[in-house]
């Protein structure tokens, strides 16, 4: 593998992102880590090699994907041999409490955005013969009361990552899902206070009816045991050099728990799932 080999990641700023910028940096590719503002890039260069370089690019904005193509176009001769479309939102909550703001945030970040970048980058990709990564999550496989929103959108991010896998294939570009479980991040903490603020506008009639509901999500989180975020980039890293990628890297021993559950009858599966929330809030 050349050391130079050039790749772009989305959301860079905290989590999965960060730690993909950070790993990629260390094994001598040169990242162009997308952030929403200067101060995070900042922070970003830091701890790196020196030779990443942080592009200021909001996933949904033409001009903001327009100008970080222009960037990384003039600092690469036109080929990008990688694109890690990390960028993400997360919400919890029933769909009926679920503002339409929130719906389309989710949707315009997770879906939209992912695939307009990738639709920028395509002729760079062609020209590098590279390679698109995909970052999916268990809720891809599996879609659990209150997270409807975020899975429906998880789910599309992996009917676009085996579209693309075949649609790019005369072009020797491979398309990769990475679909990690839960991970150590601030992720957490940001859908906390997501939690707290859309329960302000909940009326009481709804908040007792979903109390059951309310009472797993918060319980969940202390359950759900967390990994690195370096582990889904180490799996990022294997997706990129290696000469065979698999199509999936599934990550985490709750992921893998979720794609086979995934397999079973819908029945058992739904079984299963309320005989969890059932355990949980008890």
Request: aromatic share 6%; charged share 25%.
């Amino acid at each position: 593998m050349e050391n130079q080999k050039t790749v772009l990641i989305t959301g860079t700023s905290t989590g999965i992102g960060r730690a993909c910028a950070l790993h990629l940096d260390t094994l001598g590719f040169t990242v162009f880590a997308g952030i929403r503002n200067d101060e995070d890039g900042h922070d970003l260069k830091k701890e790196s090699s020196g030779r990443l370089t942080t592009v200021l690019l909001d996933v949904t904005k033409e001009e903001s994907i327009a100008s970080a193509l222009k960037l990384v176009k003039e600092s690469t001769g036109g080929k990008l041999y990688g694109l890690v479309n990390n960028a993400g939102v997360g919400c919890g909550g029933a769909l009926e409490v679920t503002s339409k703001d929130m719906i389309r945030q989710v949707m315009d970040v997770n879906v939209i955005g992912l695939m307009e970048v990738t639709k920028a980058f395509i002729p760079m990709l062609r020209k590098a013969k590279g390679r698109i990564i995909n970052i999916g999550s268990t809720s891809g496989f599996i879609s659990i009361p209150g997270s409807g929103v975020y899975a429906a959108s998880k789910f599309a991010v992996r009917a676009i990552t085996d579209s693309l896998r075949l649609e790019l294939k005369p072009f020797q570009i491979k398309t990769i899902l990475v679909a990690p479980g839960a991970i150590e991040s601030a992720i957490w903490d940001k859908t906390k206070a997501y939690k707290k603020e859309m329960r302000k506008n909940v009326s009481m009639e709804l908040a007792e009816l979903y109390g059951p509901l309310r009472k797993f999500g918060d319980k969940l989180p202390e359950v759900i045991k967390k990994i690195p975020a370096v582990e889904v980039a180490r799996a990022v890293a294997h997706g990129l050099k290696a000469n065979k990628p698999k199509r999936y890297y599934i990550v985490g021993s709750d992921a893998k728990g979720a794609a086979k559950a995934a397999r079973l009858p819908k029945s058992i599966l739904d079984w299963l799932i309320l005989k969890r929330i059932e355990k949980l809030i008890k």
